[in-house]
């Protein structure tokens, strides 16, 4: 099991975008799908992993739960947000259908963001804006073009665009978003392979079975075995 201790200085302001480190791909799989399945935490760091969005955007959207804002296609849904504080905005956060459940079941329900933001950190060793600089990167590496992966996370230095121009770009958006979430489902299943060697448990229609995942890692903890590069 990969639990490396990994720690970054900061205080608790608001997570920034301009900070510089390596992000530890394996560990932030790993640690998201060890969690307890279906509790608050893990949800977060699913929908820092798919949508990008910050932290504190995130707990806005599920405390301030609307679901006319709201609009779904097939398989996958847009939120609008229209947040905006200084220079940071979040004008949209875009999530697979598949975690609507579990968002319905927090919905205003949960604590504060400052709360959270130090829980995952105190307990987990991450800094959720580790999501979603994996997002971005993965996002490019899909060959979605730079302006849409710009706007999944509403980079505002990037679009300061006239509205023909803005809502011409969200309609690529929602022609491919179901691209970035495959390529976040085959990423999660290829660490899956790294980390557990074992059958790929997520696809682009499929949620992971932690408790599958959590059983194997305790055999194999058991048995003081650790084989990371076996092939299936």
Known sequence: MLKSIFRINGGNREESDDDEYVVDEARLIDTMLTIREGSLYQLLMKIGLYSGARLSEIVKMIREWDEARLICFEGFCRYKMKWHRG???????????????EIRRYAGKIGKYGNLRKHI?????????EFRKLNYRICLNAGIEEAICDFYQSRITKLS????????????????????????????????????????????????????????????????????????
């Open 121 to 129: 950190y105190d307990e987990y060793g991450i800094r959720m804006k």
């Open 161 to 232: 665009v006239g509205r023909k121009y803005y809502d011409a770009l969200r309609s690529r958006a929602d022609e491919k978003y179901q691209l970035l979430v495959k390529a976040i489902d085959n990423f999660v299943n290829e660490m899956i392979e790294k980390l557990y060697i074992g059958k790929p448990l997520w696809d682009e229609a499929v949620v992971v079975n932690v408790d599958e995942v959590q059983a194997e890692m305790e055999k194999r903890e058991a048995r003081k075995i650790i084989e990371w590069s076996m092939e299936l």
């Open 87 to 101: 220079r940071k905005r979040c004008d949209y956060i875009y999530l697979p259908s598949r975690f609507l459940d």
